[in-house]
């Protein structure tokens, strides 16, 4: 007998994105399956760098200590061009992370296998694994109208088989969802027919994990090398390591007979052999331990469609490729399942309608082309020849630098901006105006008034599916604490979105809201108890826009971000930390009807 089960969620492929889909489900209380077709994850190589958004986001799940503490930090990047005596020569030095507003104004690299190992050690605490090693032979979507519009239906139905050395076992995975996190060469993708569109480009680049043994000095920097012998990139790795990224010449790589890449060329000392003439007059001697070496030809390609009827999703190096030397690919497939996760988990308890998750295509597809873009613009810049006396068409040193600094918010993914849909509404982003809506929430140390100890907000924004709504309610005059009251009523109303969607905590799954108090004012005029209850669940949930005893820490929030600190300000942070609302105390109406436009009232869904 063939073996039959039912699961809400089927996670195929337990790369980075797979696998952050997977913690971030299970944290949820989400009933899911993750499989794997290796036996084992990634060992070396791969992906490397972590961008200062996506430390935010791992933050938010309680996993960037360990990153923190054991990845190495990249601050600066080096720019080496070519200088009079044939060589390279240093002409400038910027910060590697530009993007003013990044809470780590540092970029990470550690090895794959490390931030997969994260998540996999996160699941098991939590009693999860991977199923490994298995393969899915056949998806099936039904074509049922009512049966795809409805969130209990089970509407996906796939064949798994168990790769074993005795006999292969079959099994038949009934789901409500899918998500494809299955890689560049996407089985999933395939099978739903969805085409790669873009460009393979000509460029060919070597790259090599390696302990080096040089005199060049920004070795452990950032360094963007353009000789007249080809570029380079320097990514300074954890403990000793270090990567190059090295562009190769077709003679290095091709094979003359066939025109193709034969891999047999691709070897350490043929990376090291180019390094020494781009590095020229810098000394790149036998490198004392090679850990991974590989080649690559950029393609940039994005996913036409990242889901078919909402029920089968695609994510990561399934639905978008590109060059890994701006450090986008990881970043963009751990962020792609973040926006999906909190959205599924909604739509599986019954709180939201299952059009919110159309949101998930429409927000990262936009996002994906964009970084395509970016990187196309990037990679050109970093592959064309520099500008020599020679050669007065080449890429000069300020144009580089230029888009290295353009470009800032877009590679740190501190400046991902969710364009308007049903839960993006900028109809009062002048409340606010340094708040973008549709942006992640900016960082800001707050004191909390209870006990005057200074909070960053963003730790108090985790990603546990809850709407987070940060109330800066002003200075606490006694005029203002009456509309504070009034407020407080004016929510408490049974009709208000508060009433209506405010979902109760039930086992492991959380409250639908979060309420997070933030008064103007010095710490020593603020009593917290003046604040009524609906605005102060819990001690820790009051905060003050005031500095810490050092004088060191917080301060300036009000005018930072544009709120008047004579009104009552609302600002809904969505489960993922971006944005979706901002009102004035007085457009209630616009509130219930951002929530109303994807949420289900409490009245309306059926007593289970």
């Known amino acids: 007998m063939v073996k039959e089960s039912r699961v809400d969620v089927l996670i195929i492929g337990a790369g980075p994105c797979g696998l952050m889909c997977a913690n971030a489900l299970a944290g949820a209380g989400v009933d899911f399956r993750i499989i794997d077709n290796r036996p084992v994850g990634v060992s070396a190589g791969q992906a490397d760098g972590i961008q200062p958004r996506t430390i935010e986001v791992l933050q938010s799940y309680g996993l960037a200590e360990p990153l923190l503490k054991d990845g190495a930090q990249m601050h600066l990047c080096a720019f080496y061009n070519p200088g009079p005596g044939g060589g390279i020569e240093r002409t400038g030095r910027t910060a590697d992370v530009t993007a003013p507003s990044a809470r780590y104004p540092f970029k990470i690299t550690i090895a794959q296998a490390s931030i997969e190992a994260l998540f996999v050690d996160s699941l098991k605490s939590q009693g999860i694994s991977v199923d490994r090693p298995m393969v899915p032979s056949s998806l099936e979507i039904s074509e049922d109208p009512k049966e795809l519009l409805d969130p209990s239906s089970y509407p996906v139905k796939v064949v798994l088989d168990h790769i074993s050395d005795t006999t292969p076992e079959q099994e038949i995975v009934h789901a409500k969802f899918v998500l494809g996190s299955d890689g560049a060469h996407s089985w999933v993708r395939k099978t739903l027919g969805f085409s790669m569109d873009g460009e393979q480009t000509d460029y060919i680049w070597g790259v090599i994990d390696f302990i080096p043994d040089t005199d060049f000095p920004d070795i452990r920097n950032r360094a963007a090398i353009h000789s007249s012998n080809g570029s380079c990139m320097i990514i300074p790795r954890e403990g000793d390591k270090v990567r190059f990224y090295l562009q190769m010449s077709d003679k290095d790589v091709m094979d003359p007979e066939t025109g193709r890449i034969d891999k047999q060329k691709v070897t350490p000392e043929n990376l090291i052999n180019t390094a020494r003439k781009t590095f020229y007059p810098y000394i790149v001697n036998e490198p004392k331990e090679v850990d991974w070496c590989s080649i690559y030809i950029i393609g940039q390609r994005v996913a036409s469609k990242f889901s078919k009827h909402e029920r089968v999703f695609i994510g990561g190096d399934a639905c978008h490729t590109h060059s890994p030397k701006a450090g986008q690919g990881m970043n963009a497939s751990m962020n792609d399942a973040h926006n999906l996760a909190w959205k599924l988990a909604q739509v599986l308890r019954g709180r939201a309608d299952i059009s919110l998750l159309k949101t998930y295509e429409l927000e990262r597809q936009k996002y994906a082309q964009d970084l395509i873009d970016f990187d196309r613009e990037f990679s050109a810049l970093f592959s064309g020849k520099p500008r020599t006396s020679e050669n007065q068409e080449g890429v000069t040193h300020e144009q580089f630098l230029r888009a290295f600094q353009a470009s800032g918010g877009f590679s740190s993914g501190i400046g991902v901006h969710y364009m308007p849909s049903a839960i993006v509404d900028t109809i ?16 800001q ?3 909390r008034a209870a006990d005057a100890r200074p909070v960053e907000i963003q730790d108090m924004l985790p990603a546990d599916t809850r709407f987070k709504l940060l109330l800066f309610v002003g200075l606490l005059t006694s005029e203002q604490l009456m509309n504070v009251r009034r407020l407080a009523e004016q929510l408490q109303l ?10 109760p905590a039930q086992g492991n799954v959380q409250s639908m809201f979060d309420i997070i108090s933030i008064t103007a004012g010095h710490k020593d005029d603020v009593n917290f108890l003046d604040l009524p209850p609906t605005f102060r669940t819990h001690w820790s949930k009051v905060l003050i826009d005031d500095t810490d005893v050092t004088g060191r820490l917080g301060g300036g929030a009000y005018p930072r971000f544009g709120i008047d600190e004579t009104e009552i300000t609302m600002v809904v942070v969505r489960p993922d930390g971006y944005v979706g609302m901002i009102a004035p105390s007085t457009a209630l109406e616009s509130m219930d009807k951002y929530f109303g436009s994807f949420m289900i009232g409490k009245t309306l869904n059926p007593v289970e």
């Not at 009062?428 to 960082?443: F, S, Y």
């Not at 049974?494 to 979902?503: A, E, G, H, R």
């Open 428 to 443: 009062h982003q002048g409340c606010a105006p340094n708040i973008i809506v549709g942006q992640r929430m900016l960082p």
């Open 445 to 447: 140390i707050f004191v």
């Open 494 to 503: 049974p009709t208000s979105f508060l009433q209506k969607y405010d979902y």
